[in-house]
């Protein structure tokens, strides 16, 4: 990776996105600050080391450098985030709210993970930063994440599935700031990650952390952890993640808006005006009729360059159903069982 000259970045930090805050390393104390170009940054699935190029150029600057640059800065452009539970359609919404004019997406950012396991640790002996740090740290993402083009007029931040849980601190931060949450019911959300060759990694890797979430919100799994399937731990992931949706609606409700991704395909202009309306965002009539043609319905929003229709996820999902009928039956089971300990799992169920 080139180096980028600490003058550039010290010059771009408070008006230029480009020069993007793209990973943050809390033992060492620094952000790595990319030199995005605009069409990299409204183009990015993911903006983690999946951006990362041979010819990037990117420099990691100092918190103790970057505290004097951003003390006292303000920015009033809206800051707005998409919140989801995993593979329910976020990276779409966000794209076509790209489309309408006026909104940068920003997807994925790598900071959140790290705040994330940030603000898990707070208060434990072995935490590397106290609540006073680890908010500051918050206002400086946001602060950087409020950038925008001089054709801008707000910034919506769609945050990796398992970076919900950040979402009440982040909420708490930014009074104006408003959410979404992209869900489905429990059943086609088995189907949709059990569908996926490569599910069982995430499903695995994040496992820990959301299995000791459920507990904290009084949902103690019935099951340990490495005794769980597949399809049980889509269940728990879709539990826990439905449970915190739930958690930060009723915290900052109306600031909270519910989307089920399978009533959205139905009606995706409708939709994205509701949207839009939450986020209090000025979007003409002409545009939002135009969503329904959008070419970002008729291709995989991650990988813009794979066709992806809701005709063929239904084909996907029917095709799973089949494949993996013994996995869900299990994981609709251990969700009946979490109910019958947990009354908060039953409303969950039936919401």
């Known amino acids: 990776m080139g180096v980028l000259a600490f ?18 390393n809390v033992p060492r104390g620094q952000f790595l600050f990319l030199r995005l ?14 951006i990362l190029t041979p010819d990037a ?17 303000h920015f009033s452009r809206p800051l707005h985030f998409i919140f989801h539970a995993s593979h329910v359609g976020s990276t779409l919404i966000s794209r076509l709210l790209d489309e ?32 006073p740090e680890a908010l500051a740290l918050l206002d400086w993402c946001c602060l950087l994440w409020r950038r925008g083009y001089p054709d801008t007029t707000a ?18 931060a930014l009074p104006s ?34 299995h000791k979430r459920l507990a904290r919100m009084g949902a103690p799994p019935p099951t340990p952890l490495c005794a769980m399937t597949l399809g049980e731990l889509a ?12 958690r930060v609606q009723r915290e900052h409700e109306p600031r909270v808006l519910p989307v089920d991704f399978d009533v959205f395909l139905t009606g995706p202009a409708a939709a994205l005006r509701e949207i839009c309306t939450h986020f209090a965002l000025r979007v003409s009539d002409e545009a939002l009729a135009s ?51 947990a009354p908060i799992v039953s409303d969950a169920l039936s919401a």
């Open 7 to 24: 003058a550039e970045v010290r010059s771009g930090l408070l008006n230029d996105p480009s020069i993007y805050p793209q990973n943050l």
């Open 37 to 50: 170009p605009r069409s990299a940054l409204e183009a990015a699935s993911f903006l983690d080391d999946r």
């Open 57 to 73: 150029e990117g420099r990691w600057i100092g918190f103790s450098e970057i505290e004097p640059i951003l003390r006292g800065a």
């Open 100 to 131: 309408l004019g006026g909104v940068l997406g920003l997807r994925e950012p790598l900071p959140l993970r790290v705040l994330a396991e940030v603000f898990d640790e707070l208060g434990a002996p072995h935490a590397l930063l106290s609540e």
């Open 155 to 172: 910034v919506v931040v769609k945050a990796t599935s398992s970076t919900s849980r950040l979402s009440p601190h982040l909420l708490r």
């Open 177 to 210: 700031a408003r959410a979404v949450f992209v869900n489905v019911k429990a059943e086609p959300y088995l189907a949709t990650l059990l569908a996926g060759q490569n599910s069982h990694i995430d499903l695995r890797g994040h496992g820990p952390e959301r």
């Open 235 to 246: 269940a728990l992931t879709w539990l826990a993640e439905t449970l915190t949706q739930q």
């Open 291 to 341: 969503i329904s043609q959008s070419p970002a319905l008729s291709r995989y929003s991650k990988a813009p360059e794979r066709p992806y229709t809701p005709a063929l996820r239904r084909e996907i999902l029917a095709d799973s159903r089949a494949r993996n009928a013994e996995e869900i039956r299990r994981g609709l089971l251990w969700l009946e069982q979490a109910a019958r300990q």
